[in-house]
């Protein structure tokens, strides 16, 4: 998510994401065979979920070009990501522009060029 600001995408409310997860990893069939000691991280601990641009118009825009091709790509100044950069296989949970969770998404690969990363992704599940 972005830092708050005047057109700052709000944070998703943590009781949707929470629905919203339990649907998409369902759908997703991250959860297919159940463990005999119960359920795995991955089935328990939703992924971060995060909006796309400044605005709520940016992150609106971004999903719709996401869910409609259903890849997608962001870059960045490799400066913006600290010490923690994109995996390859990691799952996020992507919102509207007013912070509702709309898509599952994985990250399929992520590149450093010149200063830029950027990071790959696919839709694992749309919500609707």
């Known amino acids: 998510m972005t830092e708050p600001g005047p057109d700052a995408v709000p ?10 997860w339990d ?12 463990t005999y000691f119960g359920p795995t991280t991955l089935e328990s601990v939703p992924p971060p979920a995060w909006s796309f641009g400044e605005t709520a118009e940016e992150a ?8 409609r091709d259903e890849v997608g790509e962001t870059s960045a100044p490799l400066e913006d990501y ?32 010149n200063g830029v990363v950027t990071e790959w992704l696919r839709v694992v599940y749309a919500g609707d």
């Open 82 to 113: 600290g010490d923690e950069l994109p995996v390859e296989g990691v799952l996020s949970i992507l919102c509207d522009g007013a912070g509702q969770p709309r898509a599952l998404l994985e990250t399929t690969g992520v590149g450093i060029s």
């Open 60 to 67: 609106d825009s971004f999903l719709f070009a996401i869910l």
């Open 11 to 20: 944070e998703p409310d943590h009781p949707e994401v929470r629905a919203f």
């Open 23 to 34: 649907l998409a990893r369902f759908h997703a069939k991250l959860n297919a065979a159940p």
